[in-house]
């Protein structure tokens, strides 16, 4: 069966700290794998990544696969308050000839200031 | 200019009773979905439309039948709503690309409380 996990589950962190959201998946007919902050409402997108070994950054967010080891980072350096959000890994796959997402279960990050 | 819609934002109904949520998207895509996502904030597929042909379609009850009127339309109506039904529902929307699996928009959410 199909698995993402996401750790840690929750984090609380002070403004300034560096954090590290990691997503194993095992997964078949793996396409992608997508990150995503939902605050109050719908995760909106951050990342998506395809290949091994090339990091994608968006100012203080950056992220990275490893299809090897089957895993992820989410790295947000120098954080902030708007930065406390549910963070989701959703992992893209092909089956029956259509892609879907499988999401794991979401890290809670708290910023405080 | 709102992407991706749904209404109501928020349904609150005693159990058996049946309801819908409704879904549009303004994007051009040509894929919607529908999403559950419990009280572990765990997010998970129900359906897929592309182009109204329904192509993914979850171990759902089958109280529950999407129905997609045009490409930019994905409604949801459940039958004999139970307690456990109470939940957020997102409805999201892509292209679709047969190689890869991508970006996905999603609308706000409608959280339905069944009493």
């Known amino acids: 069966e199909d698995k993402v996990v996401q750790s840690p589950l929750s984090l609380v962190v002070h403004e300034g700290d560096t954090v590290t959201l990691n997503c194993s998946y095992e997964v078949t007919n793996f396409r992608s794998l997508l990150w995503y902050k939902q605050e109050k409402k719908a995760p909106t997108f951050l990342f998506m990544l395809t290949s091994s070994g090339i990091e994608k950054k968006s100012g203080r967010l950056s992220s990275i696969l490893d299809k090897k080891e089957l895993f992820s980072i989410l790295n947000i350096t120098a954080t902030q308050t708007g930065d406390s959000a549910v963070y989701l890994c959703?992992?893209?796959?092909?089956?029956?000839?259509?892609?879907?997402?499988?999401f794991g279960q979401g890290t809670t990050l708290q910023v405080k200031p | 200019d709102t992407a991706v819609s749904q209404t109501p934002k928020y349904l609150v109904t005693q159990m058996g009773n049946d309801k819908s949520i409704k879904c549009e998207q303004n994007l051009g895509h040509d894929t919607m979905y529908w999403y559950k996502q419990d009280s572990k904030k765990f997010l998970k597929i129900m359906f897929s439309y592309n182009n109204k042909e329904l192509i993914i379609n979850e171990t759902v009850p089958n109280r529950f039948s999407p129905k997609s009127p045009d490409k930019a339309h994905l409604n949801l109506h459940i039958n004999s709503l139970e307690l456990g039904d109470s939940a957020v529902y997102f409805c999201?929307?892509?292209?679709?690309?047969?190689?890869?699996?991508?970006?996905?928009?999603f609308g706000p959410g409608t959280r339905l409380t069944v009493t």
């Open positions: 999201a929307s892509s292209l679709r690309d047969r190689g890869s699996v991508g970006e996905q928009y």
């Open positions: 959703a992992v893209g796959k092909f089956s029956s000839n259509t892609g879907k997402l499988i």
